[in-house]
C-alpha cells in the first residue's frame, strides 16, 4: 500500500508538472486576438502594420518559442536531475515558471511582444526538464507492481492539459482581448504548486541512496511513501537496482557503440515520426485548419475545443492499448492511420478551396476529429520506447537523445508551417507530413520490434537479427522477429555480457 504521503507527491507533481504542457496548446484559440494585437503593437511603435507574411512568422516564434526552451531544458534534465535531485529539480522547475508567468503578464500593459515570447521561451525550458525528469522522478519513488499506472498518470495529465489549454485560452473564458495575458501566465500557478509543496515531499530514494550515498536517509523516505509493511521490500529493490547501475553511459558510447547503432536509430525515428503526423501544426493551428474550412470563428474554436476532448478521451486509452495490443502493431497503426487522416485533409481541403464543393467542409472535421481518436491510442508510445531499449547504462542518455529530437522538430515543424501553409496553399502543406511518414512507417516496420515484457538479452538478439538481415539485402526477413532456434543461435554468438539478463525493459 502506498501512504497519503505519496499520493499528494504524485499529484504534486502531476499537476505542476506534467499539467505544463498546457502552454503549448493556449496559443490555438486566442491566436486571432492575439496576432491582432501584436499587429496593433507594431504599428503602434513603427507606423507601419506587419505584413501577413512577416505577421504568420512572428506567431510562429510565438507557437515555436516553447519548443527552442524545451530542446535546451531535454538538453540540461540529465544535469539537473543528477546535480539537485528529481524533486529538486522540479521545485526549480516551479519557480522558473512563476518567473516566466510575470512576463506573461507584463507583456500587454508594457507593450512588449518580446516579452510574450521570452516569457514562453522560459516555459519551453521547464517543459523540456519535465519530459524527462516527472517521469523519472515518478519510477523511482513508486513500487514496481504500480510503475504502469503512475506513467500512465503523466500521460493522462499531457493529454489533460492539452484539452484544458483549448478550454481557457476561448475569449469567452480567458482568452479575450483584456485577459488573455492571465491564460499565458496560468502555467506559473501550477509552478507556484512545486514550489510550495513539493519540499514537503520526499526527494527519489534511488537518487538519494545511489547518488549521494545516504542509506538511512533513502530508507526513510521509503517508509514515508509505502508504509513500514513494505518498506524493507522496496528497499532491497532499490539496493539491488542501484548495485546493477554501472553507471552513465557517454553521448560517445552512445554514437560510436555497434550494437546500440540500431536502437538509437529507432528511438529516433520514432519521434521524427511523431512529429510528422502533424500533432505539431494540428495542436497549434487546428482552429486556423478549421476557419480554412470556411468555419464561423467561433465555431472553429469550440470545434479545436471539441476536437481536444476527443483527443484527451482516446488518449485515456492508451495505457491499456499499449500493454494488450503492443508497442509495435499500435504504433504502426497510429502512424498509418494518421497517415490517411492527413491524406483526407489534404483531399477535402483541395476540393473546398479549388473545386468550390461545399460539403468538403464537413470532410475537413470528420478527419481532424478522426485524426485526434488515432494519434491519441498511441501518443504516448514514442516517449516510452526509447528506455525500453536500452539498459539502465544508456537509458538516460538515450532518452535524452529522443527527447532532444522531438522538441528540435517541434520547433522546426511550428515556425514554418505557416509559412509554408502560405506559400503553398492549404491542400498542399500536409504533403511533407504524409511523404515522411510513408518513409517512416516502411523504416519502422523493418528495424521496431515489440519491447513489451522482454528481456534486454532478447531484444539485443533481435537487434542483431535485423541488423544482419540487412547487411545481406534480406530487408523482408529483418521485419519479422528471430524463431526460437535464430534467437539461441544469436545469444550463443554475440557478446551480451555487459547487458543484465534479468534486467526487464518493462515494469509491469
Not at 260 to 278: C, D, E, H, K, N
Not at 348 to 354: A, M, R, S
Not at 369 to 396: D, T
Request: hydrophobic content about 50%.
Amino acid at each position: 500500500m502506498v501512504t497519503k504521503t505519496y499520493i499528494v507527491s504524485v499529484f504534486t507533481v502531476i499537476l505542476g508538472g506534467s499539467a505544463q504542457f498546457y502552454s503549448y496548446g493556449v496559443v490555438n484559440p486566442a491566436q486571432v486576438i492575439i496576432t491582432k494585437w501584436i499587429n496593433e503593437t507594431y504599428t503602434e511603435r513603427y507606423g507601419t502594420p506587419l505584413s501577413l507574411t512577416i505577421s504568420n512568422l512572428f506567431w510562429s516564434f510565438v507557437v515555436s518559442s516553447i519548443a527552442i526552451g524545451a530542446i535546451i531544458g531535454a538538453c540540461l534534465t540529465r544535469y539537473i536531475g543528477e546535480k539537485f535531485g528529481r524533486r529538486n529539480g522540479l521545485i526549480i522547475n516551479g519557480v522558473a515558471n512563476v518567473f516566466a508567468a510575470f512576463f506573461q503578464l507584463g507583456a500587454k500593459p508594457l507593450r512588449s511582444p518580446e516579452l510574450l515570447l521570452f516569457g514562453r521561451f522560459i516555459f519551453g525550458i521547464n517543459m523540456g526538464l519535465t519530459s524527462g525528469i516527472v517521469p523519472m522522478y515518478l519510477m523511482e519513488i513508486t513500487p514496481a507492481r504500480y510503475r504502469g499506472p503512475a506513467g500512465t498518470l503523466h500521460q493522462v495529465a499531457v493529454a489533460f492539459s492539452d484539452w484544458f489549454s483549448l478550454l481557457i485560452g476561448l475569449p469567452e473564458v480567458l482568452g479575450s482581448e483584456t485577459l488573455w495575458p492571465w491564460a499565458f501566465a496560468f502555467p506559473g500557478l501550477l509552478g507556484l504548486g512545486l514550489v510550495v509543496i513539493l519540499p514537503f515531499c520526499p526527494e527519489s530514494p534511488k537518487y538519494t541512496l545511489g547518488t549521494k550515498g545516504e542509506r538511512a536517509k533513502a530508507l526513510e523516505d521509503v517508509d514515508k511513501l509505502v508504509g513500514s509493511y513494505e518498506a524493507e521490500h522496496m528497499f532491497e529493490s532499490i539496493v539491488r537496482e542501484v548495485a546493477l547501475d554501472k553507471g552513465n553511459g557517454t553521448f560517445y558510447e552512445l554514437f560510436t557503440r555497434k550494437d546500440l547503432r540500431i536502437p538509437l536509430t529507432v528511438s529516433i525515428l520514432v519521434m521524427i515520426a511523431q512529429q510528422f503526423t502533424g500533432c505539431t501544426a494540428v495542436f497549434a493551428y487546428s482552429t486556423d485548419m478549421f476557419l480554412n474550412a470556411k468555419l464561423d470563428p467561433a465555431l472553429a474554436r469550440f470545434s479545436t475545443l471539441g476536437i481536444g476532448i476527443v483527443y484527451f478521451l482516446f488518449a485515456c486509452t492508451s495505457p491499456y492499448l499499449i500493454e494488450k495490443v503492443g508497442r509495435r502493431p499500435l504504433s504502426l497503426f497510429q502512424l498509418s492511420s494518421c497517415m490517411f487522416a492527413l491524406v483526407l485533409l489534404s483531399l477535402f481541403t483541395y476540393l473546398q478551396n479549388y473545386l468550390a464543393v461545399g460539403w468538403a467542409s464537413y470532410g475537413t472535421i470528420f478527419a481532424l476529429i478522426f485524426y485526434m481518436c488515432v494519434y491519441g491510442v498511441g501518443s504516448p508510445i514514442p516517449w516510452i520506447i526509447a528506455s525500453e531499449m536500452f539498459n539502465q547504462q544508456f537509458r538516460a542518455t538515450a532518452v535524452t537523445v529522443s527527447v532532444f529530437v522531438a522538441w528540435t522538430f517541434a520547433f522546426i515543424i511550428s515556425t514554418i508551417y505557416l509559412p509554408f501553409q502560405q506559400l503553398v496553399g492549404v491542400s498542399f502543406s500536409y504533403l511533407p507530413f504524409i511523404i515522411v511518414l510513408i518513409i517512416s512507417i516502411v523504416f519502422m516496420y523493418i528495424l521496431l520490434p515489440e519491447t513489451r515484457d522482454r528481456p534486454i538479452a532478447e531484444i539485443v538478439t533481435d537487434f542483431h537479427h535485423r541488423s544482419a538481415s540487412l547487411s545481406a539485402g534480406r530487408p523482408w526477413d529483418a521485419s519479422r522477429p528471430p524463431s526460437r532456434q535464430e534467437m539461441q543461435r544469436l545469444l550463443d554468438s554475440i557478446d551480451i555480457r555487459t547487458y543484465d539478463s534479468n534486467d526487464v525493459l518493462f515494469d509491469e
